[in-house]
């Protein structure tokens, strides 16, 4: 029997063929990896530059590509009969002799570019490549048959027209030699490239070892043992079954002996890494896993991606899917016997003006929640001796007792009335199960049952009170905790360094954008302001080495004389879009005020493409996304800044977090970014 792995470009071609020409093309692939009678067979490829590649006829006129060894096949693609016979002619493949992992080369396209290179290099006496020795670029995996034509390139803009022609594992550390850097830099940008831990060095007999190096390369391969296998890699998105050698490797890591933080920027493949991370435990942990969203929104999106990813019903039940707010209430409920009463917002507000005097009730507010609730300040004692970092308005032991006083007035009013916001009702929670599970590691029989493993997706946006209790939700245990989040993408005021509320995590660190093409990247750096953000580690984190793997069109900014003319510019850009093939569900709008938000549905009434707040983009990809209203006196929003006599290092966060939720919807685009503004544009756009 033929042991068959498909490449990630084989479903994505047999998805953009004709449905008779697909529909044979499976039933071909089927008793290919059955062995059955009428099958299709291998068929060598004359003038071919590597006797491995074969051709499979698998549909009328249509022909799949194969690398093939024994029994091993691998498929790459499938394309009419002419292209798939050229495309045959054009590989070599190879084995990263340091990593292990498959290579193809464009071997014919390297034949015709090479006079040119040897030419270029007849003219000058620059070589990039002078000061590295022919040993440390072996010790890099470089291919000792690349190298004389490598000895050729004279500069950067050379190699990165070669870029297109090598693998991945090729280009990577030579491009970070060209960028300067030094041979063990170049090393970590190889060791970016392996997706598989605990692979040691390669010896000679496996560099011809087609099956352990597909093994190896989980980005580019995957193994399918029978009809049912087959099926979910051609039916599943592509997230589900190839993952980039980073994420692939963070994701099914055996253990973390210890609570692990990934942070990355946008598009890194974050929320891709948590749900692979969860059903990795679901399927070899040991015990409920629970997978943390943003929102009830998120989650069911979150959960929804699950039930692709996880086909056994079974494992898939040991996952659930919810947020923080959700589990609060769940544990206060069944501890009181009865659905805990939350206050409204109207309601607070009114009680924070009661208690205001010196100070208003913003300041008030922010006082409760960024320090008492923050800190889990029980005492008058306590609070007049905590720190209050963050916090720009000095206060004085008479003044912090007014403002506990102050309070006091607003939490007792609460609980005459049995309300609850829902951070008391967070921290009321974390003291329940503090009080009912004890140490799982120590006690034979806990009373409650906390999960297993806790998996948190957008972790940067959740507040003390809430980690408190999810590391009171999980024991400590190897895998207790895994951890995503950026800060650069906060949209609400929270800074919190995860050590400070018990949570000692590792830190890994996802530095390249699978979603952004570079110009959206860099254009939103500059958008964010490319400055370092706080939380969730110890310090700061930057946005230095940031980058993508894609070229796409520039941002577009529109500025229009008046916001009827704005939307007018909108519903045009959008019909233009539709016109172009993009499907209405791959098209996103975003708007920072609930009034924008209603005259853009009502300009797109009858498109079917979602509109909602800057907020509301967060955690969702579209293929296309339009911002409107990025306006001064919009952008940021007046209302929800501190006054800058009141508090300014309050409004000065405040300020970062507007940038940063515009930040977030504007780098929800996979293609094409169109942001649109009338009158004066806002502050936060680059110039």
Same mark, same amino acid.
């Given at each position: ?112 570019? +090479? ?40 500069? +950067? ?23 300067? +850097? ?506």
């Amino acid at each position: 029997m033929p042991r068959l792995a498909l490449s990630p470009r084989f479903p994505a071609e047999l998805g953009a063929l004709a449905q008779p020409v697909r529909r044979d093309a499976v039933v071909a692939v089927r008793r290919f990896l059955q062995n059955t009678s009428g099958g299709p067979h291998p068929e060598r490829v004359r003038g071919a530059r590597d006797d491995r590649v074969a051709t499979l006829r698998l549909a009328d006129r249509h022909r799949g590509v194969v690398i093939r060894q024994r029994d091993v096949y691998w498929l790459l693609t499938v394309l009419p009969d002419a292209e798939a016979w050229a495309y045959a002619q054009r590989l070599r493949f190879g084995v990263n002799p340091v990593l292990g992992v498959a290579e193809l080369w464009d071997a014919a396209a390297l034949e015709r570019v +090479e006079p040119a290179v040897r030419r270029a290099a007849a003219a000058s006496r620059a070589r990039l490549f002078a000061q590295v020795c022919d040993t440390d670029l072996g010790e890099l995996g470089i291919d000792h048959r690349f190298l004389p034509l490598l000895r050729q390139i004279t500069d +950067e803009l050379t190699l990165e027209a070669l870029e297109p022609l090598l693998p991945p594992t090729q280009y990577a550390p030579l491009a970070a030699l060209a960028r300067g +850097e030094s041979v063990a830099g170049a090393w970590r940008e190889l060791e970016n490239h392996r997706a598989v831990a605990g692979t040691g060095p390669i010896g000679p007999e496996e560099l011809d070892d087609l099956a352990a190096a597909l093994r190896r390369s989980p980005d580019r391969a995957v193994f399918v043992d029978g009809p049912r296998e087959l099926n979910h890699v051609l039916d599943a998105p592509g997230w589900c079954v190839f993952l980039h050698p980073p994420q692939h490797r963070l994701a099914h890591w055996d253990s973390y002996d210890r609570p692990l933080l990934v942070t990355g920027g946008a598009g890194t493949g974050k929320t891709l890494v948590a749900l692979h991370r969860a059903a990795h435990l679901a399927r070899n942990g040991s015990g409920p896993v629970l997978l943390v969203a943003f929102s009830q929104g998120l989650s069911a999106d979150l959960s929804a991606r699950l039930d692709l990813l996880i086909e056994d019903e079974v494992v898939r039940k040991r996952v659930e899917v919810g947020n923080v707010d959700r589990l609060a209430h769940r544990i206060v409920a069944e501890a009181e016997d009865r659905p805990p009463s939350l206050v409204g917002s109207g309601e607070l507000t009114a009680l924070w003006r009661e208690a205001s005097g010196e100070y208003g009730p913003a300041f008030l507010l922010r006082e409760w929640e960024q320090v008492i609730l923050a800190q889990n300040l029980r005492t008058l004692d306590e609070y007049l001796a905590a720190p209050r970092a963050g916090r720009a308005v000095d206060l004085s032991a008479e003044q912090r007792t007014a403002v506990w006083q102050a309070v006091g007035h607003v939490t007792g009013r609460l609980a005459e009335r049995g309300r609850r916001t829902l951070l008391q009702l967070a921290a009321e929670a974390a003291t329940l199960l503090g009080q009912t599970t004890g140490d799982l590691l120590e006690e034979a029989e806990p009373r409650r049952e906390p999960y297993r493993h806790i998996v948190v997706d957008e972790a940067q946006d959740l507040h003390p009170t809430q980690w408190r209790l999810l590391r009171a939700a999980v024991p400590y245990a190897p895998d207790d905790l895994f951890i995503v989040g950026d800060p650069h993408q906060r949209v609400f005021d929270t800074r919190v360094a995860l050590g400070t509320v018990g949570i000692d995590a590792d830190q890994r660190l996802l530095q390249v954008s699978y979603r952004l093409p570079q110009e959206i990247l860099s254009w939103g750096v500059r958008l964010r302001g490319g400055g370092p953000a706080d939380g969730l580690v110890a310090g700061v984190q930057e946005l230095y080495g940031f980058r993508s793997m894609r070229h796409g069109p520039r941002p577009m900014v529109r500025a229009y004389g008046s916001p009827q003319d704005e939307l007018s510019g909108l519903a045009a850009h959008v019909a233009q879009w539709l016109q172009d093939g993009v499907p209405p569900g791959e098209i996103g709008v975003a708007a920072r005020t609930a009034e924008l938000v209603r005259d853009a549905r009502a300009a797109l009434r009858e498109t079917g493409v979602r509109v909602t707040t800057l907020h509301g983009m967060k955690g969702l990809e579209f293929r296309r996304v339009a911002v409107i209203g990025v306006s001064d006196g919009i952008v940021p929003a007046p209302d929800s800044l501190t006054p800058a006599g009141e508090d300014p290092s309050a409004r000065a966060h405040d300020l970062q977090r507007e940038r940063g939720l515009l930040y977030v919807a504007c780098t929800r685009a996979e293609e094409v970014l169109y942001v649109s503004y009338s009158g004066r544009a806002s502050p936060f756009l680059p110039t």
